[in-house]
């Protein structure tokens, strides 16, 4: 699906900087060098992860080489990679991409909120356009980061729980703000899993070797709006493309 629509999506929507979640890309378990290299050769600026980022063990060196895949800024500052990526698009517009995870259900790291706050002070003020990736697991956790970084960011956009929600607005001090973006991939589904093992799961308790699905295939995203000289957003609006 990205491969056959990202390219047609950034002309047709003016896209200046692409961001995409890739945490899951190798067959709905982490990611890949290779996969990587596929998808930001696909014209994606920064790829972002979470909690998943780890799976595929190949992943560890390569993460400290390739600046433009982030994991959470909030592991600790041990961890191979970074979770900031800042650069410039073709018309000169410098921005930083943030990567943060949540704590709620998922590993004990550092304070996102605190460590948000350290990542924001040490940007160059001329970085207006400011993304932050929100990989969180409720709702309630996201919403608060929102309100959390309203007027500081351009926009807060959560990823993980796979639904796409519909609850996109800006923020009052000009922050664009969505609790998920939802799932690139297989829809018929459970989160993209196979629907048969997954049921197994819920109805037996017993453990079921989850595989990808196959079937309707879609890709969600969100296309920002924003002012570069004030970062501030303008809009947000969501994105569903069936594979059909």
């Given at each position: 699906?990205?491969?056959d ?15 995409a ?19 930001l ?8 992860s ?7 063990k ?25 979770g ?9 517009v ?9 704590r ?39 919403v ?59 109805l ?41």
């Amino acid at each position: 699906m990205v491969a056959d629509h990202a390219a047609d999506l950034m002309r047709t929507h003016q896209i200046d900087l692409a961001v995409a979640n890739a945490e899951n890309s190798a067959a709905g378990f982490g990611i890949t060098p290779r996969l990587a290299e596929e998808l930001l050769g696909l014209g994606i600026h920064v790829l972002t992860s979470g909690n998943h980022v780890w799976d595929k063990k190949e992943i560890v060196d390569y993460i400290g080489r390739q600046p433009r895949l982030l994991r959470p800024a909030n592991y600790p500052d041990s961890a191979p990679g970074s979770g900031v990526f800042t650069g410039s698009t073709a018309a000169g517009v410098e921005y930083a991409v943030i990567n943060l995870q949540g704590r709620t259900y998922l590993p004990q790291i550092d304070c996102p909120f605190r460590k948000a706050d350290a990542i924001l002070a040490s940007l160059p003020a001329s970085a207006k356009i400011r993304f932050v990736d929100f990989h969180a697991e409720v709702s309630s956790e996201k919403v608060a980061m929102g309100w959390y970084l309203d007027g500081r960011v351009t926009a807060v956009i959560g990823t993980h729980t796979h639904v796409p929600t519909a609850d996109e607005r800006t923020l009052p001090k000009g922050t664009a703000y969505l609790t998920d973006v939802g799932m690139t991939g297989p829809y018929d589904s459970v989160i993209g899993a196979d629907k048969e093992a997954a049921l197994g799961r819920f109805l037996n308790a017993m453990p079921h070797r989850l595989e990808p699905a196959t079937g309707d295939v879609r890709l969600a995203a969100a296309i920002i709006d924003a002012d570069p000289a004030t970062g501030r957003a303008l809009g947000i609006r969501r994105l569903m493309v069936n594979g059909d």
